[in-house]
């Protein structure tokens, strides 16, 4: 018994039900699919490769400015023009090569605060063009990010989006409470009156307003989490308060699911094993992990140059002889290909982690 038992499409981009099925299936199971920020068809392959090796379903994201770089940082970016096309572009991409590494993909948009609509405004576009066509929206999923606006309008706004995605069974994730960076969080000790720690009355009031909408939406709460890495010890994390979530919406509805919400863990980087395990364990499903890949992905390419550097000051001649070529040493196939290696090696990490390596 694996996740591709529960689903209905095996190997590629899945959407609507087949998501939510996908969701369960990891509260059953106790994990978490990491979502992995990607930039570039060479980061969707590293984060591919992993998950077919681990045997594990993937989530694909591409945030506001990594989409933009999908079209090329030349482009000009004023209305989001960079940002909808590169996003379109990676969607076909990452829909094209999926099915080849034989897995479950979910094909996901990240953080788009208030400022940013537009873009996600002209992926929808483009999600219901595709619809029209084929009955599915070109992505799995988007990111509402209005965390940073008041609470009725990020409630509101979100339910708005939901109700335009709902009728292609897209999932939508949003986000409550302030994901903080280094400062946040220091001195703070009343946690229960803290903005770092999203309560359990808001999981409740978003629970009710969306679920009569589509029940294909998820919530990243805040639990004093950090997007970065910043110095240990400024933010005290604590996942428990999810469990509260958990409970509170359950005795308000009566459901008889131990875990109603379907919870995203944003700022997973620089986190220990063991708040992860606790997070998923209180229905966490999906974890964003982007810092430390960005890390990763580098360290294979500066080694490799690092290592290789008097066979790359020039196109020929090096320590083996004066007339000796370079090219396969320079050839981007082969550099690039070290960052793929070293980011696929941190992805497979976190599946292990999360506890999503062999659910397939
Ligand atoms: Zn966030």
Redesign the pocket.
């Known amino acids: 018994m694996g996740v591709t038992d529960v689903l209905s499409v095996k190997a590629g981009v899945i959407y609507g039900e087949d998501v939510k099925k996908l969701f369960e299936y990891c509260q059953e199971k106790n994990f978490a699919i990491p979502a992995i920020n990607v930039t570039s068809s060479s980061t969707v392959v590293a984060a591919l490769e992993a998950a077919r090796d681990k045997k594990s379903p993937i989530i694909l994201q591409m945030s506001q400015g990594g989409a933009a770089y999908f079209a090329g940082k030349g482009v000009s970016n004023g209305k989001q023009e960079a940002s909808i096309a590169g996003a379109v572009a990676g969607a076909h991409y990452i829909r094209a090569v999926a099915p080849s590494y034989g897995i479950p993909v979910v094909l996901h948009t990240d953080?788009c605060a208030k400022k940013l609509l537009p873009w996600l405004d002209g992926m929808l576009d483009a999600d219901e063009a595709w619809h029209k066509d084929k009955g599915e929206p070109l992505f799995s999923s988007h990111m509402i990010?209005l965390?940073e606006e008041e609470v009725d309008f990020n409630i509101q706004t979100t339910a708005k989006y939901l109700k335009r995605a709902a009728p292609m069974k897209q999932w939508l994730e949003m986000?409550i409470g302030i994901?903080g960076g280094e400062e946040d969080g220091v001195n703070n000790e009343d946690v229960d009156n803290n903005s770092l720690y999203t309560q359990p009355e808001d999981i409740y009031n978003i629970y009710q307003t969306l679920s009569p909408i589509s029940p294909y939406f998820s919530i990243?709460a805040g639990f004093g989490n950090v997007?970065g890495v910043y110095k240990p010890g400024n933010v005290k994390l604590h996942p428990e308060l999810l469990s509260k979530h958990q409970k509170y919406v359950k005795d308000k509805t009566s459901s008889k699911k131990e875990k109603p919400v379907f919870l995203v863990f944003?700022?997973g980087s620089g986190s220990s094993k063991d708040e992860f395990k606790q997070a998923i364990s209180y229905g966490v499903v999906k974890v964003?992990l982007d810092t430390d890949l960005q890390y990763a992905y580098l360290t294979g390419i500066r080694d490799y140059v690092l290592n290789k550097k008097d066979y790359l000051m020039k196109q020929v001649g090096n320590p083996d002889g004066e007339d000796k070529p370079n090219k396969k040493y320079y050839d981007p196939r082969v550099w690039v290909r070290e960052g793929e290696k070293t980011m696929s090696k941190r992805v497979m990490e976190a599946l292990d982690d999360f506890n999503a390596a062999g659910q397939l």
């Open positions: 953080h990010d965390s986000e994901t990243a997007h944003h700022g964003n």
